[in-house]
């Protein structure tokens, strides 16, 4: 089970269950690799609804990997994503709120 508290987000790849979380070390390698801006700029994307289907897979790595996985971008082109684009949009936006918010603050509260 993912636990919010420690920032972690569930993600099923492949009918198999994956925990993901943002670890500073990810997300120094994810604004290394950001096209435009920092984690800021990505997070104020999300929150305005302006993000791109980049920005969830970069996310969706970043979590994964702080998360043990040991995939890369490449290996998500094949998977069957338990939910869809939908769900993926929304476990990338939920990492960034567990990654930016303490625990039991509103923006961290959701489930997943």
């Known amino acids: 089970m993912a636990n919010p508290w420690a920032g972690e987000v569930a993600l099923t ?14 997300l120094a390698e994810l604004e290394a690799q950001l096209a435009t801006g920092t984690l800021i700029d990505l997070v104020e994307r999300f929150e305005g609804g302006r993000f791109s289907t980049r920005d969830v897979l970069a996310l969706i790595v970043a979590g994964l990997r702080g998360g043990g996985w040991q995939g890369t971008a490449a290996d998500l082109r094949t998977v069957e994503i338990g939910g869809g684009p939908v769900e993926a949009a929304r476990v990338a936006a939920e990492l960034l709120a567990r990654a930016f918010s303490m625990p039991g603050d509103a923006a961290g509260a959701g489930q997943a």
């Open 13 to 26: 790849l492949d009918r198999q269950r994956h925990v993901a979380k943002l670890t500073l070390g990810v």
